[in-house]
């Protein structure tokens, strides 16, 4: 069975820090791309911040650049988002999605989300 489980959310201050962590099983994780999105009420899905399957590479969205890093262990099958300098409008359900584009499809899994809360 297929499980992707995200937590680290909470209540914070802005310029405040969380670690997310997507803990996953069920599948060859080492094998696939694993991306963060979020979503704010009222708002389409935004993918944050994305990395490969071997880790080298990873990419953001322009509004986190400099303040998430996203991070993988094989080892434990989990991926983290590290956020740092948190501002309001980082408010969203953060969702964990594992991808993988074979020669015989597309495979692509996702988390239900852990709640971030930017606010004094």
């Known amino acids: 069975q297929v499980q992707l489980v995200e937590s680290g959310g909470d209540l914070v201050q802005p310029g405040g820090s969380l670690r997310l962590s997507c803990s996953a099983s069920?599948?060859?994780?080492?094998?696939?791309?694993m991306n963060w999105y979020r979503q704010a009420p009222g708002k389409e899905r935004e993918l944050v911040a994305a990395?490969?399957?071997?880790?080298?590479?990873?990419g953001y969205a322009d509004s986190v650049k400099g303040r998430f890093t996203i991070s993988r262990d094989d080892a434990k099958s989990t991926a983290y988002l590290a956020m740092n300098s948190l501002k309001p409008e980082d408010t969203a359900l953060y969702l964990c999605n594992a991808f993988e584009r074979t020669l015989s499809g597309v495979y692509e899994y996702w988390g239900q989300g852990t709640q971030v809360t930017v606010s004094s």
């Open positions: 990395i490969t399957s071997d880790g080298f590479n990873a």
């Open positions: 069920g599948f060859n994780f080492s094998h696939f791309a």
